[in-house]
């Protein structure tokens, strides 16, 4: 078993960019074993692992454990979604050339939504399906907000350009990342015009009608969504300070995860848009916390890819 492992690590890096990581392991049931690898894309300031802590908490270990070949990628933790998707790309070709397979299954989560849906749009040849995950379809309040006030006073720009780009450099630096950061282009791109400008550009999945469903399959791609819709979810967990202060730049009634609206993060299939979760419990943060009346978040991983599995994928 160890040898094996080892063998797996001294390929991935021969054959992998610092920026892409893989795990291995020993299929036990094949509950999870995709046709194509499934590759996870993290969203705004995000990382593949910080000071010790993984952005996708045991969700790789989860998967493969029953057959699925899980590869973690990085890209720009600030940035527009162009531009991340661009850096995205390079990455997904060597994962094919590692593992010989035609395609990958992509899932997203939060601003690597719409940085998952701009690869499937451009080069659809390489993707099998698109899973966002509380994925900025349509925008979000926050960045509405913080774009406002960021139009209407020059110094409030300044401090968040400064303080912003600040953040994304160290957690750029202390992952071990090697991209450029762009706050404000980050910010802006999660603005109501500008999700609808770009999902003119990218249509795939996108549901016409405010909270429907979208195509389950555009151009050969399969779409496929889930989301939360609880801001505070477990008083052990620091982090539900943050969903649920952002929660209150929403509306008064809309279903949120704190960062997202339930409606917003809608694309192709959706799986549900109202799990107990914040935005962080979406991707088994912090450290596993999470509603104790709720699935766990890593058995919602599991049936997908076993969703993906029953259908080829």
Same mark, same amino acid.
Request: proline fraction near 4%; include cysteine; charged fraction near 15%.
């Given at each position: 078993?160890?040898?094996?492992?080892?063998s797996? #690590?001294?390929?991935?890096?021969?054959?992998?960019?610092?920026?892409?990581?893989?795990?291995?392991?020993?299929?036990?049931?094949?509950?999870? #074993?995709?046709?194509?690898?499934?590759?996870?894309?993290?969203?705004?300031y $995000?990382?593949?692992?910080?000071? !010790?802590?993984?952005?996708w908490?045991?969700?790789?270990?989860?998967?493969?454990?029953?057959?699925?070949?899980?590869?973690v990628?990085?890209?720009?933790?600030?940035?527009?979604?162009e531009?991340?998707?661009? *850096?995205?790309?390079? *990455?997904?070709?060597?994962?094919?050339?590692?593992?010989?397979?035609?395609?990958?299954?992509?899932?997203?989560?939060?601003?690597?939504?719409?940085?998952?849906?701009y690869?499937?749009?451009?080069?659809?040849?390489l993707?099998a399906?698109?899973?966002?995950?509380?994925?900025?379809?349509? $925008?979000?309040?926050?960045?509405?907000?913080?774009?406002?006030?960021?139009n209407?006073?020059?110094?409030?720009?300044?401090?968040?350009?400064?303080?912003?780009?600040?953040?994304?450099?160290?957690?750029?630096?202390?992952? !071990?990342? %090697?991209?450029?950061? %762009?706050?404000?282009?980050s910010?802006?791109?999660?603005?109501?015009?500008?999700?609808?400008?770009?999902?003119? *550009?990218?249509?795939g $999945?996108?549901?016409?009608? #405010?909270?429907?469903?979208?195509?389950? *399959?555009?151009?050969?791609?399969?779409?496929?969504?889930?989301?939360?819709a609880?801001?505070?979810?477990?008083?052990?967990?620091?982090?539900d300070?943050?969903?649920g202060?952002?929660?209150?730049?929403?509306?008064?009634?809309?279903?949120?995860? $704190?960062?997202?609206?339930?409606?917003?993060?809608?694309?192709?299939?959706?799986?549900?848009?109202?799990?107990?979760?914040?935005?962080?419990?979406?991707?088994?943060?912090?450290?596993?916390?999470? %509603?104790?009346?709720?699935?766990?978040?890593?058995?919602?991983?599991?049936?997908?890819?076993?969703?993906?599995?029953n259908i !080829?994928?």
């Amino acid at each position: 078993m160890l040898s094996k492992i080892f063998s797996v #690590a001294a390929l991935s890096a021969v054959l992998f960019s610092a920026q892409v990581s893989a795990m291995s392991a020993t299929p036990e049931s094949g509950y999870t #074993a995709t046709k194509y690898p499934i590759v996870l894309t993290h969203g705004l300031y $995000g990382f593949d692992s910080l000071l !010790g802590v993984d952005y996708w908490y045991k969700v790789p270990e989860t998967l493969q454990k029953d057959g699925a070949r899980v590869f973690v990628t990085t890209v720009s933790n600030s940035n527009s979604p162009e531009i991340r998707g661009e *850096q995205l790309i390079p *990455q997904i070709e060597q994962i094919l050339a590692l593992t010989g397979a035609e395609k990958v299954n992509l899932i997203g989560h939060s601003h690597g939504g719409p940085t998952t849906r701009y690869v499937a749009s451009v080069r659809p040849d390489l993707i099998a399906s698109v899973t966002t995950i509380a994925g900025v379809n349509r $925008g979000t309040p926050v960045a509405e907000t913080l774009n406002d006030w960021s139009n209407g006073s020059k110094e409030f720009e300044g401090l968040i350009k400064t303080l912003g780009n600040a953040l994304a450099v160290a957690i750029n630096f202390l992952s !071990g990342g %090697d991209y450029d950061q %762009d706050i404000l282009a980050s910010m802006r791109s999660m603005t109501f015009a500008e999700t609808a400008a770009f999902n003119q *550009q990218h249509p795939g $999945g996108i549901p016409t009608t #405010a909270c429907g469903e979208g195509d389950y *399959q555009y151009n050969g791609v399969r779409y496929y969504s889930w989301s939360g819709a609880k801001p505070l979810t477990n008083v052990l967990d620091p982090l539900d300070l943050l969903t649920g202060t952002t929660s209150l730049f929403f509306p008064a009634g809309e279903k949120n995860d $704190g960062l997202v609206g339930s409606c917003a993060s809608r694309l192709g299939m959706v799986i549900r848009d109202d799990f107990r979760m914040n935005h962080l419990d979406e991707v088994n943060q912090t450290l596993g916390l999470h %509603d104790l009346t709720e699935t766990d978040p890593l058995t919602v991983f599991r049936t997908h890819a076993n969703r993906l599995k029953n259908i !080829g994928l």
